[in-house]
């Protein structure tokens, strides 16, 4: 045991550490190892908890995994025998979790160790800053990036306000003479502001981002085959509650963007105007994006119509990606009935080509309705339907009849449950049935893409409480036709678990099941398989655990026609984990706690 004196030296020491790491916004260092490094994030916590956090403390885990395989086909595919061994080790200082791992298997092994890059996020009142790998709410259509720099927030009940500016991406700078390089890509960086006034159903935001890839960042070779990209974007979110039951939502985007910044300047009378800003060039484009809905909220209904807009070619370097060329409309409803019936329904269509540009229009249509109830306390049905519907039109050319895309899809489903609940037993029955048809409506296609589904399963699920102990039975079918086939299959099968002794820390459960498929004229199928499990716990720190799988079933050869089971797998698995841990410097406040739970 440590002095009280030794350990107010050793947290003194961690806490002068942390704080020095705290000025750097990154800094890094990689294991070499087969397996990629982790990350260490000292992310979302103030400097007080930090300062709260248990100073010290050393844990880890070894274990070890084999397995004996045997198959009567052979084991081409699979080695009889799989050992492996693991080692991990997981130091956390004051919070910051770094993790070590070591692996070896069948004369293979890999190593790995953190990858150590600190943010951190001090809080005071209403403030928040940023430093290091850190996330900052701005507009959807505008940054769901994070950065690598520095930061600052405040936000009030009311009042929002916030800067940064870092490293959006870094760069990947390989030498192009190896031929495993790496894409190569230019070290990003970013800057933006963000305001905003209001709460609840009443605000107004406006946010900026400015961001730009460093041509000097990668090789020049590599400058040869990528272009580095520039972009300027203005964003504006709000919401408007005109009355008590109606509200409006409203986001709206601007981007220039150029997709390569070394293209010559474009000087017109417009873009001048804009020079200190952004420089426009023969590269560069200027889009939109936005969306806007409506709620109507009353008693025991609500229902939302939304418009959404993105132009061809939308693009800010904040998003990782973004759709576009594409408008959609849409509504969704949803209301309680006898405060039992619960009903909702949407539907929604979007096409893209929304300039005319395209040799052809897609439109989509998406629709769907469902319906829950509870009839009694013992008794739950839901059921719904789905459906979409995709068809191709003209535009600037006319699109060949008998390539059109022209497609609708329906489906429908059904799961009553019922539930008994006795003094020794409880018994859960439940239904579950569906029906799905995928059809190609052009009049001049064979039907080969057709496929009608329907399927249907009912299980059983026994609870006996003085044994402690489940029982559970299942049987589903499942029915697919196709162009010129038809593929069937029957599934039954038994589960059952128990704890034993005292602390329950000797479990048990086996499972068998029973397949048959069968494809018309092609194949027939039957199988058979059980899996046993047991695990037991040693003082809370030794996890011994065994299983055993057997598997039986017929040829599996697609011009095979066997319905007698030829074929065996055996599978045995014996493993073992031990967790320990090797130091604990608590913090005064963990201490006393625990002190007192001892007393």
């Excluded at 039109?393 to 429908?412: F, G, P």
């Amino acid at each position: 045991m440590m002095s009280r004196k030794n350990n107010n030296k050793v947290r003194a020491y961690i806490k002068f550490i942390l704080c020095t790491a705290a000025m750097l916004t990154s800094s890094g260092w990689r294991g070499q190892g087969e397996v990629s490094a982790q990350s260490i994030t000292l992310g979302q916590n103030t400097i007080s908890n930090i300062a709260k956090s248990d100073p010290l403390i050393i844990t880890g885990a070894i274990g070890t995994q084999n397995t004996y395989y045997h198959s009567s086909i052979g084991n081409g595919y699979r080695s009889p025998w799989a050992n492996s061994f693991y080692a991990d080790l997981n130091i956390s200082l004051y919070g910051i979790s770094m993790p070590f791992a070591f692996y070896y298997s069948n004369n293979n092994s890999s190593w790995s160790f953190p990858h150590i890059s600190f943010h951190i996020d001090p809080t005071y009142k209403n403030w928040r800053g940023h430093f290091g790998r850190s996330n900052m709410g701005m507009h959807p259509y505008l940054m769901n990036m994070s950065f690598n720099g520095v930061g600052l927030e405040y936000n009030s009940s009311k009042v929002r306000v916030g800067i940064f500016h870092g490293e959006l991406r870094n760069a990947i700078n390989d030498d192009p003479e190896n031929p495993s390089a790496r894409n190569p890509q230019y070290r990003r960086m970013g800057w933006g502001i963000k305001a905003g006034y209001g709460s609840g159903r009443n605000h107004l935001d406006l946010s900026f981002l400015r961001a730009y890839d460093r041509i000097n960042s990668i090789d020049p070779r590599w400058q040869e085959r990528i272009n580095p990209q520039d972009n300027i974007a203005v964003a504006v979110k709000g919401g408007l509650g005109i009355t008590r039951w109606l509200t409006l939502q409203g986001n709206l985007a601007w981007t220039a963007f150029s997709s390569d910044k070394r293209a010559q300047r474009l000087h017109t009378e417009q873009t001048d105007r804009w020079d200190k800003v952004f420089d426009a060039r023969y590269t560069s484009l200027m889009r939109i994006a936005g969306d806007i809905s409506a709620t109507l909220s009353l008693k025991g209904f609500n229902t939302t119509v939304f418009y959404r807009m993105v132009q061809p070619d939308y693009t800010t370097l904040g998003l990782y990606y973004t759709s576009n060329n594409y408008q959609s409309l849409g509504i969704n409803a949803s209301t309680t009935l006898f405060k039992k019936v619960t009903l909702s329904a949407s539907f929604s269509g979007q096409e893209d080509n929304i300039t005319r540009r395209q040799l052809y229009t897609t439109r989509g249509f998406v629709y769907n309705a469902t319906a829950s109830t509870s009839l009694t306390e013992n008794l739950a049905l839901t059921a719904g339907y789905s459906g979409y519907r995709q068809l191709q039109s003209d535009c600037k050319a006319r699109v060949n009849d008998t390539t059109r895309v022209n497609r609708i899809m329906h489906s429908l489903y059904l799961t009553p449950s019922y539930t008994i609940d006795g003094e020794t037993t409880e018994n859960t029955f439940a239904l579950s049935a569906s029906f799905t048809k995928n059809k190609d409506l052009n009049r001049f296609a064979t039907g080969i893409s057709d496929v009608t589904t329907f399927s249907a399963g009912l299980s059983h699920s026994i609870m006996v409480k003085p044994w402690e102990m489940s029982f559970s039975t299942s049987l589903s079918h499942q029915q697919s036709k196709g162009y010129q086939t038809r593929y069937s299959s029957e599934i039954l099968s038994f589960s059952t678990g128990r704890s034993f002794l005292k602390e329950k820390n000797l479990y048990t459960s086996a499972a068998l099941s029973l397949c048959y498929n069968d494809v018309r004229n092609q194949q027939r199928n039957l199988s058979v398989g059980a899996d046993i499990t047991a695990g037991y716990t040693l003082a809370k720190v030794h996890q011994f655990s065994f299983a055993a799988g057997f598997n039986k079933y017929s040829d599996t050869n697609i011009s095979a026609d066997y319905t007698s089971m030829g074929t065996t797998e055996i599978s045995l698995s014996l493993n073992y984990n031990y967790t320990f841990s090797l130091l604990q410097l608590k913090s005064k406040k963990t201490a006393d706690a625990a002190s007192g739970q001892n007393k």
